[in-house]
């Protein structure tokens, strides 16, 4: 009898300590994939991030840290308030309460390897050297506008290269997908962002009304018929495809106006930026015209910016929509006392509607948030959009270079500004009704399936 009690215990010692009887996750069968999914883009040999995840013996020693940054939530970087507004995103890259959970698991059981059948194929991912979206629309861009080159020391202040370059086009295109990038890997390390503004004479003739930021940006380019800005480049940003039967429109005699951001990393590198324009075929022009604006959150103008030492800010300022339109997307633009951003629309019944709140923004991180295309919020004319910052120079944000001292507005990374890129298709009055009419066919017959 007592030789059967000890062999059950052993037995049971066994299932518990030997991970082949149990339950425990495995980074060849459960975690290799989430990396893939959700990390490899960045975290892989000669990429951006300051270790590859690709590999078991590469992530095993960071298994503590990757723990504690997924339950923060600090991994991948998806900022963007998980409770309210618009969830359904072209480009979540998020992680799920459920891969957060097996992580966790898998780090808390140890961080056990498994069996190494279960471990997915290698993720085969894009030469960075080619355009992302040349396999989709069948080669390199259209157009190619090159910046000069530029040389960053290794130490040196932080540097805004404008120039100015002519587009050369001698015919209105439309513009259906747009790249911007570094033209190397190098060049990404001392790029903190990259923007093309789109200078053309919006009158067609007489004096030049050079429509550009400045317009948009005060609200003046709420409406549409305007250019202003053209595309912005940022860590983890790869493209713009137009939504189908949407557009940009450029015109003969245009011009980009570049401006880079430059900072230095401790080694020279000389490098450009090159903005890739794919174009609609000559004769077809989508129905509706698409632009990017930059909508201050201060109000009064972006240089009301007055935060004192120690001490929190909030701000916010109004947009009118002078025309229907769909918003695309939800980019906040802070420097290192950003702390929030929120973007809502005031309807003209009165009613408000929460569209984004990214409540812990990050500076490193300049995310995109793209509306899924039956979530990108139908607004009619007279529409309010209400964008709102928050800003912590305190001890408490752990971003902050010096709490004691007084932050105004300004381009440097210690100075404030405040904004969201956003684009906006817009469309008569009619066009917006039939895109609601057939937004809610679509939920309806959604609704539909899934009983």
């Known amino acids: 009898m007592a030789n059967v009690k000890f062999l059950s215990a052993l037995a049971l010692v066994v ?12 980074f060849t069968k459960d975690i290799a994939p989430i990396f893939q999914e959700k990390c490899q883009a ?29 339950i923060k939530r600090e991994m991948p970087p998806w900022h ?28 808390d059981a140890g961080a056990p390897k498994g069996d190494a059948k279960d471990m997915p194929p290698p993720r085969e991912w894009p030469d960075e050297s080619k355009w992302n979206l040349a396999g989709m629309f069948g080669g390199p861009p259209d157009l190619i506008i090159k910046s000069p080159d530029w040389t960053v020391p290794p130490v040196a202040q932080d540097a805004w290269y404008k120039p100015v370059i002519p587009t050369g086009l001698t015919e209105p295109r439309w513009v259906r997908a747009i790249e911007i990038r570094p033209a190397s890997v190098k060049g990404r390390k001392v790029t903190h962002h990259a923007l093309a503004r789109l200078q053309q004479d919006e009158r067609g003739g007489g004096d030049a009304a050079v429509i550009d930021n400045v317009a948009v940006a005060a609200g003046g380019g709420a409406g549409a018929g305007t250019a202003g ?3 912005e480049w940022a860590v983890g940003k790869q493209g713009e495809i137009m939504r189908p039967n949407s557009g940009k429109l450029m015109l003969p005699g245009s011009k980009i106006v570049f401006e880079m951001h430059y900072h230095a990393v401790g080694e020279q590198i000389t490098d450009h930026v090159e903005l890739g324009i794919y174009f609609y075929p000559k004769g077809q022009e989508p129905k509706y015209r698409q632009t990017l604006a930059a909508l201050q959150s201060v109000a009064g103008g972006a240089r009301n910016i007055d935060i004192p030492p120690n001490s929190t800010f909030m701000s916010q300022n109004f947009i ?10 939800f980019q906040p633009h802070m420097h290192l006392r950003g702390k929030a951003m929120s973007m809502e629309a005031i309807l003209p019944t009165g009613q408000t509607m929460m569209l984004s709140y990214v409540d812990h923004f990050n500076f490193n991180w300049m995310n995109n948030y793209v509306y ?26 752990p971003n902050n270079p010096d709490p004691n001292q007084w932050v105004g507005f ?25 895109e609601v009419d057939k937004r809610k066919a679509s939920q309806t017959k959604s609704a539909a399936l899934r009983e």
């Open 15 to 26: 299932l518990i300590a030997c991970p082949l009887f149990t339950n425990a996750q495995t």
């Open 229 to 231: 800005l053209f595309m």
């Open 80 to 107: 963007i308030n998980q409770t309210v507004g618009i969830q359904e995103f072209k480009n979540d890259r998020s992680l799920s309460d459920a891969q957060i959970a097996t992580i966790v698991k898998w780090v």
């Open 372 to 397: 899924a295309d039956d979530a990108a919020p139908l607004l009619p004319k007279g529409t309010i959009l209400k964008i709102t910052s928050w800003y912590d120079n305190t001890a408490a944000n």
């Open 42 to 70: 960045c975290h892989r040999t000669d990429s951006m991030a300051p270790m590859s995840l690709v590999t078991y013996e590469e992530s095993r020693p960071w298994a503590k840290a990757i723990r504690e940054r997924v």
């Open 320 to 329: 009118p929509m002078r025309q229907a339109g769909r918003v695309e997307n």
């Open 410 to 434: 300004g381009d440097r990374t210690v100075d404030e500004m405040g904004h969201a890129w956003v684009n906006i298709t817009y469309m008569s009055d009619e066009d917006y009704q039939a």
